[in-house]
């Protein structure tokens, strides 16, 4: 599992491991390059939310994808995927509890 360290950690860590007083901005800059490299860029994987939605309705007859955007600034707003397990709502109580996310990265 991969645990992040806090920014005034990698800091401090360059100053004691190896003597180099950097800057709190090029510390954050690097610490932005690493997190893209190990978890890929926040920006293509949001345009890449069109080509998902296509291919999951090409695979997956009679899902529902719903992606709402800002119309003004095309910003992601919210993605609802419901795939075929729809027709099990059927046999199911007629409540529905859906839990929220934060997302804390650079587009929030």
Known sequence: ????KRLVDVFSDFLTSYGLDVSYHQTWIGV?????MLFGDHTLSY?????YMDAANN???GSHIVLYCDDETNRFHRLFVLQGCIEGFNYCRPILFIDGTFIKGKYK
């Open 1 to 4: 599992m991969f645990v992040t």
């Open 32 to 36: 932005e390059k690493v997190k893209g």
């Open 59 to 61: 695979t997956n007859p």
């Open 47 to 51: 345009k890449q939310l069109h080509w």
